[in-house]
């Protein structure tokens, strides 16, 4: 009996339709991402030209700007007399300086004239004594020592000071008080006052002359009781 063989087939190279249709497949991917690669890098390459280009343009544009004003700024510098303006800059620097004076001055003789509104006819002060506050500003303390005529007119220069608002020193003279009343040998009647000023009076410019109606001694009683 003959003896039968089967043999499998196996091609001994690749399929020529197998081969043919893989390889340029393959070959385009790798063709297609190598482009789009270099694409992109072509891209930022020349925005980065372009940004040194634009940096650069505009540093040219400042320098040329700059350039610009200093010729304009020494253009202009010519226009005005420097001179000139230096030695208004000293007179305005005196001028500061005499303001800065004027309010800071304390012109204090003018206390004799604040004295001279609420004195009356018939007292006289004879010694004063003004105290300035150290450190924080405050009135000033005055102190007065004087005599009258009779006890009535030391009544009536205390009724003087009640009436202060008449001769327009409310403001001016505060707290003031008659104090100590003693008859003297002669008649006479030595008192003691004291009060307190408002040291704005004393500001060199500020007026002091305020107008008042009367002085006291026109308001004086006509009777002579204060004789």
Known sequence: METKFQTSFIPKRPMQGMAGGLAPQAQRV??????????????????????????????????????????SLAQREKEFNLDQISLMKAQASKIILARQLISNHMAVSKIFSVISQLTSENVRFLTMDLTVPAGTPGPFQMSLSGYGRSFPSVAF??????????????????????????????????????????????????NLAAPSSQSPAQSAPVNGSNQ
């Open 30 to 71: 790798a063709h297609g991402g190598a482009s789009i690669f270099m694409t992109i890098a072509v891209v930022i390459f020349v925005a980065s030209v372009a940004s040194i280009g634009a940096v650069y343009g505009w540093k040219q544009y400042l320098l040329g700007a700059q350039t610009g004003y200093s010729s």
């Open 157 to 206: 220069q205390s009724d003087v000071l009640n009436q202060l608002d008449k001769y327009g020193l409310r403001t001016v003279v505060k707290n003031a008080i008659v104090s100590n009343p003693v008859l003297n040998h002669n008649g006479t009647v030595s008192f003691g006052f004291t009060a307190q000023i408002d040291p704005s009076t004393f500001a060199y410019s500020k």
